[in-house]
């Protein structure tokens, strides 16, 4: 028999055990907050088609989720054969990284970004840097989906020895831009793809010179907003192609996902990125 005490229940469950936030819930479904608290604490129920998308967000059956039985396994999962698509699950926001995957082919993959605070010691070298924290994120992920085949990207700039990541101001946005301005400069992503109890991290460098900029240049470039999301405040596929003079290495690697090695890593666990 449904029960909303139980339905409730079973989202706010799921939900934390994903790490999602009420708000980011909320968004998925197209609602308010306080409607998911509602929910959650069996006051309201929901839609059919929203019990749908939760089922598929979470991957539980929607007998589960209503109470009707203690089993999450949803009835696709039971009879899924080893010639069916591997799961894969991005972890990253970037839009521009889903666009990237969707280039080489990979149409079918979810979007669960890592939500941990990222830590490294003092003193990596960049390549390391970023190595570390692409298997921080895939970590997390796996750890909620160990089935799955998760990718997982980090991407800094280095500039005479700083590293820069995404600015945090417009003021700090304008200092590295200024700093690569008329200089070269070194884009690192670090990628971890892992699956199971397997896992492999490499990074890969691309060298990009920048033209002289003036003061004026980098107040209008910083007004159109591009430079606030990105790591060294700029972004290579936008606006910000009017300020690199000339690129050597993986230019993919710069807007933030090195394709070339990616593909060569997915193919390490049997993923051919043509065939998804």
């Not at 949803?74 to 926001?93: C, F, G, M, N, Y």
């Not at 970004?113 to 840097?129: D, F, N, V």
């Not at 460098?205 to 790591?231: N, Q, W």
Request: proline share 5%.
């Amino acid at each position: 028999m449904f029960s909303k005490e139980v339905f409730g229940q079973r989202i706010m469950e799921q939900r934390k055990k994903y790490g999602e936030t009420q708000k980011e819930l909320a968004q998925l479904l197209g609602l308010g907050t306080t409607q998911i608290t509602g929910v959650e604490h069996g006051r309201n129920s929901t839609t059919a088609e929203r019990i749908s998308m939760i089922c598929e967000h979470y991957r539980i059956s929607a007998d589960y989720l209503l109470g009707l039985t203690d089993d999450p396994t949803p009835k696709w999962a039971e009879v899924q054969t080893e010639d069916e698509p591997v799961r894969i699950i991005l972890a990253s926001q970037s839009p521009r990284r889903r666009e990237l995957l969707h280039r080489i082919g990979i149409q079918n993959f979810e979007v669960r970004p890592a939500q941990g605070e990222e830590t490294a010691p003092p003193g990596l070298a960049p390549g390391e840097l970023v190595e570390r924290l692409s298997r921080q994120k895939a970590a997390e992920i796996a750890a909620y989906a160990p089935e799955a085949l998760v990718i997982a990207a980090d991407t800094v700039v280095e500039a005479e020895g700083k590293i820069l990541g995404k600015p945090h101001s417009e003021a700090q946005a304008a200092e590295m831009l200024a700093l690569l301005s008329g200089n070269t400069h070194r884009v690192y992503t670090g990628l971890t793809v892992c699956q199971g109890e397997k896992s492999v991290t490499q990074h890969e460098i691309t060298a990009v010179r920048f033209r002289p900029l003036s003061k004026a240049e980098i107040t209008a470039y910083i007004a159109t907003g591009e430079p606030m999301d990105k790591a060294g405040a700029y972004g290579v596929q936008g606006l910000g192609a009017a300020l690199v003079e000339r690129i050597e290495g993986d230019y993919f690697n710069v807007v933030g996902l090195p394709l070339c090695r990616l593909a060569g890593i997915l193919a390490q666990f049997g993923v051919d990125p043509l065939k998804q």
